[in-house]
């Protein structure tokens, strides 16, 4: 790998030199491996980058020493980042493992570093487009991804799953006073992307195109919706999940039986999923009063998978059926 982005280089990495304020000749071109990453000749400099929303910042990072020899997990050799205003060097810094550059239209930026070495922790950090430090914020878990308002007035990060009350957190953040000012565990899960739609509100966009707002306090503003394009899942894992964490309505029931027959109907239907989809049928069918065929169902569910959990459901159906 590292000799494949020398040749893309074109000459030997070399340990960065600081760059002029000025440049005669556009500062910037661009290294031919997709749109995510760029190459910075004058600073011998290859690494990841992100746009603001306008186009006139350009946040590069590189989570990999100045040699270019070690990158990703490592105990040392710090990367490094810099922030462009068209071809002018605004703001420049190292972080141990930098990672998830965001910036907004205002120069604002927030970088993820997934720090050194084992465990679980990171650290969050916003600066100005000075290269001030707006925050930083430590975790006891990895970083999993971080996001900032177009007017760089606030800013998120998300954790991943771990022990202890980081685990899972998405954590918001007011620029403009430079402090946190929530902290909550979202219902829909993991997002891809953040923005901020209004005041008190912040919007997570999905993998499939979903997006789903939230209250600054957490509160699910979209649960009906999102509760609804759950119930209509492919995924038998997502329906399960989705019996654990909601009241089953009569509504909802009838939609998700629908979506479980057509997983059952699927003829490549992996061998495992078939007692779970049965299972999450058969519940929605005792919840609707269909007490013989929820029966029906944790019957079948129990004789390919003794240890799906549904023996003592069975037993009481009989006992009321009979």
Not at 41 to 64: E, I, K, N, V
Not at 181 to 199: R, T
Not at 224 to 242: C, E, G, K, T
Not at 257 to 275: G, T
């Amino acid at each position: 790998m590292i000799d494949f982005i020398k040749r893309l280089l074109g000459s030997p990495q070399t340990a960065p030199r600081r760059a002029p304020t000025r440049m005669d000749e556009p500062m910037l071109s661009f290294g031919a491996v997709g749109d995510r990453f760029v190459q910075i000749a004058s600073l011998d400099f290859f690494g990841q980058y992100r746009r603001s929303p306008d186009g006139r910042w350009l946040l590069a990072w590189r989570d990999g020493n100045d040699a270019g020899t070690h990158g990703g997990h490592r105990s040392s050799g710090p990367g490094r980042f810099y922030l462009f205003e068209g071809d002018r060097l605004a703001a420049q810094g190292r972080a141990e493992r930098p990672n998830d550059g965001q910036v907004a239209d205002n120069g604002s930026f927030v970088i993820n570093d997934w720090l050194f070495g084992d465990g679980l922790k990171g650290v969050f950090r916003a600066y100005r487009g000075d290269g001030t430090l707006l925050l930083e914020r430590s975790f006891t878990a990895n970083l999993l991804n971080n996001g900032i308002a177009d007017d760089g007035g606030m800013a998120v990060c998300q954790t991943c799953n771990a022990p202890g009350p980081d685990g899972s957190l998405l954590t918001i953040f007011d620029l403009a006073s430079g402090r946190e000012i929530a902290g909550w565990v979202p219902e829909s899960g993991w997002a891809q992307s953040y923005a901020f739609p209004e005041a008190g509100r912040i919007r997570l966009r999905y993998h499939d195109g979903q997006a789903y707002d939230y209250a600054i306090d957490g509160q699910f503003l979209d649960r009906d919706r999102w509760i609804d394009a759950q119930a209509r899942s492919d995924n038998v894992h997502v329906l399960h999940n989705l019996l654990r964490g909601s009241a089953l309505t009569p509504m909802m029931s009838g939609k998700i039986i629908a979506s479980v027959n057509a997983i059952l109907a699927e003829p490549e239907l992996a061998p495992a999923e078939r007692p779970l989809a049965l299972k999450v049928r058969g519940l929605c069918q005792e919840a609707l009063g269909n007490l013989a065929s929820a029966l029906s169902d944790y019957e079948e569910a129990i004789a390919l998978d003794p240890k799906i959990g549904l023996k003592r459901k069975a037993a009481e159906l009989r006992r009321r059926l009979a």
